[in-house]
């Protein structure tokens, strides 16, 4: 059986090694700790099929048994993960130099890792003066444009619990820390295509924002500069040209 043997599916792909991958999407999903039954009833494969998969993650060092017998997501995938954190800063670069020959200010992708949003590539404006955010630097989502646009891809209901885990401190005088008026932000964005920060991180600073579409994380691009050069005219300009740089992303990471 395809299953038992590791044999070749009808679309040439190896049938087990898609399984142990959808296990493991399946436990990260759920936050990274998963039961045998859980798995079996998530996934609809039979209990032993499970119990075997699963033990070769263990054996791999991909899943680790906890003494609650439940499983979790092994630290072996963290050396994938910062690996893949990395390619990702790679392919996005080429798109975002691109947005900076355009339109003359910095261009960033942003990633939602947990609660919070982590930058993974920024290609900075020619301008001396310009906006520089270190990769690699964690913020909460509520006071960028890359968290909201990020945030206005989630159901109400999870971006709600997020902000009561992480709060909404505020930055600046322009920061929103009212969990409606936040959301009712993130319904325009919905609407419009793409977020803002009006000055709610850094003041001074202005900020627009498009979540990457069909992305294998929770991504966003942007372009940021002084607030008296982001003009309206610029974030006209801008938007569809970070629609566009999006989806190009996307298309690559598929």
Not at 5 to 27: C, D, H, P, W, Y
Not at 46 to 63: E, F, M, Q, S
Not at 158 to 169: F, H, N
Request: aromatic letters at 4%.
């Amino acid at each position: 059986m395809a299953e038992e043997n590791g044999t070749k599916g009808r679309s040439g792909s190896v049938q087990s090694i898609e399984r142990a991958f959808g296990l493991l999407e399946m436990m990260a999903d759920a936050g990274g700790m998963m039961g045998l039954s859980q798995l079996a009833a998530a996934s609809g494969l039979p209990l032993p099929t499970i119990h075997r998969l699963v033990r070769t993650l263990v054996d791999l060092g991909y899943v680790r048994q906890e003494p609650s017998r439940q499983y979790v997501l092994g630290p072996k995938l963290i050396r994938l993960g910062e690996t893949s954190s990395h390619m990702l800063s790679v392919w996005a670069r080429p798109h975002l130099a691109r947005l900076v020959d355009e339109l003359g200010e910095s261009a960033n992708m942003a990633m939602l890792d947990g609660d919070q949003i982590v930058y993974l590539a920024q290609v900075q404006s020619r301008h001396s003066m310009r906006m520089f955010t270190e990769v690699g630097r964690r913020v909460l989502p509520h006071c960028t444009a890359v968290g909201k646009a990020i945030l206005a891809q989630l159901r109400e209901a999870e971006v709600r619990d997020l902000l009561q885990r992480t709060g909404m401190p505020k930055h600046t005088e322009t920061t929103i820390t009212d969990v409606d008026e936040f959301t009712a932000q993130l319904h325009k964005a919905q609407q419009k295509g793409y977020a803002t920060d009006e000055g709610e991180q850094e003041l001074g600073v202005r900020c627009i924002a498009v979540a990457v579409p069909d992305a294998p994380s929770r991504l966003a691009m942007s372009i940021s500069g002084p607030a008296g050069r982001m003009s309206e005219d610029l974030v006209n300009q801008a938007v569809p040209l970070l629609t566009q740089a999006a989806q190009a992303l996307s298309d690559d990471l598929r």
